[in-house]
Nanobody, 123 residues
């Protein structure tokens, strides 16, 4: 599994971005997938996740603004981010794991990670 994120960039507050996480190797259909982020000087934190069956989970800080989805045919997971705030500025990481079958919020429960993509929200 090799996860590659894309779609990050600079956006004004209130704007939108769509992040993608693709794997060119084996199918991700049986993996729980998640997005984490790491703001400057802070620890990595859970943002959103989606199980292999499509059940989703979100951090309270992004509920109603972010949407995670997956396209198993394209082996890709997406994070649609709307109404972006300054505090959403961070490096966003995609993660995958097939051991648990459900979405968990702990970084230790994900075995595969992407390299990260920077999201910067400006005023």
């Amino acid at each position: 599994v090799e996860l590659v994120e894309s779609g990050g960039g600079l956006v004004q507050a209130g704007g939108s971005l769509r992040l993608s996480c693709a794997n060119s190797g084996r199918t991700l259909a049986n993996y729980a997938m998640a997005w984490f982020r790491q703001p400057p000087g802070k620890e990595r934190q859970f943002v959103a996740g989606i199980s292999s069956s499509g059940t989703t989970k979100y951090a309270d800080s992004v509920k109603g603004r972010f949407t995670i989805s997956r396209d198993n045919a394209e082996n890709t997971v997406f994070l649609q981010m709307n109404s972006l705030k300054l505090e959403d500025t961070a490096v966003y990481y995609c993660a995958a794991d097939q051991r648990w079958g459900i979405v968990t919020t702990l970084t230790d429960n994900y075995f595969y990670w992407g390299q990260g993509t920077q999201v910067t929200v400006s005023s």
